[in-house]
């Protein structure tokens, strides 16, 4: 079984609208983040969410918000799309501290 | 803030030989190191984690050291292979064990 698992694995949309990523991981983890990769391939942590808690936010515009209906899952969602969004985005379980992160497939978002 | 360089950013051998792929951090409060294998439009595949107290994890051609103190950590792989061809990022994990910080990645080519 996938420990992480993402759709869709391809999102192409126009500036302005609404879009949602989607995130589950069954490793029954408390923490699961959310990475974007840009075009040039920098990995970059976005949020981190434990427990309905966002412990990280690494300077990502309040368009961008992490919704977590349960435990298994954490999505993104954005709003009013920007060009600048296209990128890569990856959600991914860190893990317990003594443990491997693991990423989900990728979600390759772009912005027309 | 931890920063996190990989040097070469490219490589290019011919298949067989041995390689070594590089990383620095800045701030040696790491909990553990993790490198991590990508293919093109693929996500992230954990190779190897290193705990902060090891100085060394092995797995099949691959070994990755770690020199907390001074800040390094190498990949070596043995009797390279076409289908080692991706990109290769390490990461490291800071000692609250919430941040993981990447490095760029070294992206490597084996010629068959």
């Known amino acids: 079984d996938t420990a992480v698992s993402q759709t869709p694995k391809y999102l192409v949309t126009q500036m302005g609208n609404d879009k949602s990523i989607k995130c589950e991981q069954n490793l029954g983890h408390d923490t699961m983040y959310w990475y974007k990769q840009d075009s040039k391939k920098f990995l970059k942590i976005m949020f981190s969410?434990?427990?309905?808690?966002?412990?990280i936010n690494e300077t990502v515009p309040n368009r961008f918000s992490p919704k977590s209906p349960d435990k298994a899952h954490l999505n993104l969602h954005i709003n009013s799309l920007e060009l600048g969004d296209s990128a890569v985005y990856f959600c991914a379980d860190p893990g317990l501290e003594s443990h491997e992160q693991y990423f989900g497939p990728g979600t390759r978002l772009t912005v027309t | 803030k931890q920063e996190v360089t990989q040097i070469p950013a490219a490589l290019s051998v011919p298949e067989g030989e041995n390689l070594v792929l590089n990383c620095s951090f800045t701030d040696s409060a790491i909990y553990n190191l993790q490198w991590f294998r990508q293919d093109p439009g693929k996500g992230l595949t954990s190779l190897l984690l290193i705990q902060s107290s090891q100085r060394e994890q092995t797995s099949g051609r691959l070994n990755a050291s770690l020199d907390k103190s001074s800040g390094r950590s190498t990949l070596y792989i043995a009797a390279s292979q076409p289908g080692d061809s991706a990109t290769y990022l390490c990461?490291?994990?800071?000692?609250?064990?919430?941040?993981?910080?990447f490095g760029p990645g070294t992206r490597l080519s084996v010629l068959p």
């Open positions: 969410y434990n427990n309905k808690e966002l412990i």
């Open positions: 990461a490291v994990r800071d000692n609250y064990g919430q941040n993981f910080v």
